[in-house]
């Protein structure tokens, strides 16, 4: 089993849709957890952290699940500047070193 | 505030040869790491120093691979000699070590082709 998982997509989605990304983990004893977006051949850039409270920055919400070891991130009211590799990373503990999934594409279309 | 910094942005190399990545991090980060994404496959971490120091190298894939931060500012990775399965984009990030969180910012990435 991979440490962090995500659907590859891709993610075909219209401007204006709510789109959402999940993620599971494997190590339980995880610390901090993040979404990071990539757009092609850029670097990965930190959109958000994830707090166990859950946590909202404009369109974008993050919950995290500890108990079911699940992280999400929603992107409300699609915009075309949305579209790229969304990264769900995590910390594990007693670590620096993060951990991430694959990624999951997404495409909004005009 | 300026990025973390990588130079060079792309290198092509042929197998046996040796390549030097380098790294600037974020002006008062002590933390440092490197990363790298080989070619469909998620990104892999390297190492990590504090300051000077190497504080976690478990990602290194062999002693083909060489990572020095001397002075604690700037980074260098080595690779000597050079395999085809080198090839892949070399991400360095950085962080200050602030709450728990240790959120990380990452460099541009040097892309390397070993032929």
């Known amino acids: ?110 | 505030e300026a990025g973390v910094t990588q130079f060079p942005s792309h290198s092509v190399i042929e197998k046996g040869q040796t390549v030097t990545l380098r790294c600037d991090p974020i002006s008062g980060h002590d933390n440092l790491y490197w990363y790298r994404r080989v070619m469909g496959k998620e990104i892999k971490f390297l190492l990590h120093f504090v300051k000077e120091s190497k504080q976690d190298e478990s990602g290194m894939p062999n002693n083909r691979f060489l990572a020095e931060r001397t002075g604690g500012t700037y980074s260098t990775l080595k690779v000597q000699p050079a395999e085809l399965e080198d090839s892949g984009v070399y991400f360095c990030a950085s962080s200050q070590e602030t709450g728990s969180i240790y959120e990380q910012y990452f460099g541009p990435g040097t892309r390397l082709t070993v032929t």
């Open chain 1, 1 to 110: 089993r991979k440490e962090v998982e995500q659907d590859p997509g891709p993610f075909n989605v219209p401007e204006g849709a709510t789109v959402a990304f999940n993620c599971t983990y494997s190590n339980s004893a995880s610390q901090s957890f993040f979404w990071y977006r990539q757009d092609c051949r850029k670097e990965p850039k930190l959109l958000m952290s994830v707090y166990s409270s859950g946590n909202e920055d404009g369109r974008f919400t993050a919950q995290l699940n500890r108990a079911s070891q699940y992280i999400s991130l929603l992107i409300r009211d699609s915009k075309l500047s949305d579209s790229a590799t969304y990264l769900c990373v995590v910390r594990g503990a007693g670590s620096y070193q993060l951990t991430f999934g694959k990624g999951t594409k997404l495409s909004v279309i005009p």
